[in-house]
């Protein structure tokens, strides 16, 4: 995150130490893009998104449009104190949240 200080005409942001008509704004990146430099040239930067490479290795996408991850959480050791049952529910993997989908899909350029 960055922080920037902009103008506040209205002077409701600033604090006891700042001057009332400047407050610090945070800006988050949430989506990453690279301009072409041959296209900064020509005046016309088209960004470009990028894939979030280690969320593509670990999630696929349905036809459907559903997010499914290729393992559970708590199924990295210690399995031998667990149920039978438990290692069989615990042994497929699982779909995403509806939210948590939604941010996926985004990151993987769907969305």
Same mark, same amino acid.
């Given at each position: 995150m960055k922080s920037v200080l902009r103008?506040? +005409?209205a002077g409701l942001l600033g604090s006891g130490r700042?001057?009332?008509h400047w407050a610090v704004?945070? @800006?988050e990146c949430?989506?990453?893009s690279v301009v072409r +430099?041959?296209?900064v040239q020509k005046g016309q930067a088209m960004p470009k998104q990028k894939?979030?490479?280690g @969320?593509?290795?670990r999630v696929r996408v349905t036809a459907k449009g559903k997010v499914k991850r290729s393992r559970?959480?708590?199924t990295g050791h210690l399995m031998s104190g667990r149920s039978a049952k438990q290692r069989r529910r615990l042994r497929s993997g699982g779909l995403l949240a509806k939210a948590e989908a939604t941010a996926a899909k985004r990151a993987l350029g769907l969305g």
């Open positions: 103008p506040d +005409p700042r001057p009332l704004v945070m @800006l949430s989506v990453l +430099p041959e296209m894939t979030h490479k @969320l593509k290795k559970k959480a708590f």
